[in-house]
C-alpha cells in the first residue's frame, strides 16, 4: 500500500472573513478586472449604476467597491492554466510565477471558498489563493495572445 495523502486545509480563512456578507455563491463571481493598469482579483456584486454594460466589483486587493466595464476583465479563471502571473506572497512580497495547477475541479463541493492556485517560481510551487493574485498589462496580453 502506497503512503495515504494527508488533507492539506487551503482555506483562506482571512480573505473569506472580507467578503462581504451580501454575496453568495461566492465562486460564481470571481474575475480578474481591470483597475489602475492592473487585472486584480475581485467578486462581482451587481450590475453596475455608471458605467453601461458594466459590473459593481469588490477588489480584494484594496478591499473596496469600484465599477468596472464588461469589456475590461477576465472571467473564465481556468485559461489561467500554464500562464505566467504576478501574486503576493505569505511575506507580502510580489512574485511572478507560471499557474500550474488548482485545487478545484468543476464540482460544486468548493463554491463556498476562493480558488488556489499551484504556481511554479524559480525552481518551486507553491500554493497562491485567488484574491493574492493579478496580472499586468502584459501578462494579460499574452493570455489573449
Not at 6 to 26: A, G, K, N, Q
Not at 64 to 83: D, F, K, Q, R, T
Not at 94 to 114: A, E, L, M
Amino acid at each position: 500500500m502506497g503512503a495515504e495523502q494527508s488533507r492539506v486545509d487551503l482555506h483562506d480563512h482571512e480573505t473569506s472573513s472580507h467578503i462581504p456578507t451580501y454575496i453568495t455563491r461566492v465562486t460564481s463571481n470571481f474575475i480578474l478586472a481591470l483597475y489602475n493598469g492592473i487585472f486584480y482579483a475581485c467578486i462581482i456584486i451587481r450590475p453596475a449604476t455608471v458605467i453601461k454594460d458594466g459590473y459593481t466589483v469588490y477588489f480584494f486587493h484594496f478591499k473596496g467597491e469600484a465599477e468596472v466595464p464588461s469589456n475590461c476583465i477576465i472571467g473564465n479563471l481556468w485559461c489561467l492554466m500554464n500562464c505566467e502571473i504576478t501574486y503576493t506572497d505569505a511575506n507580502g512580497k510580489k512574485c511572478t510565477g507560471r499557474i500550474i495547477g488548482t485545487d478545484q475541479n468543476n464540482v460544486d463541493s468548493n463554491y463556498d471558498q476562493p480558488m488556489n492556485f499551484f504556481v511554479y517560481n524559480c525552481n518551486q510551487c507553491e500554493w497562491v489563493s485567488f484574491p493574492y493574485i493579478f496580472m499586468t498589462r502584459e501578462q494579460a496580453r499574452l493570455l489573449c495572445g
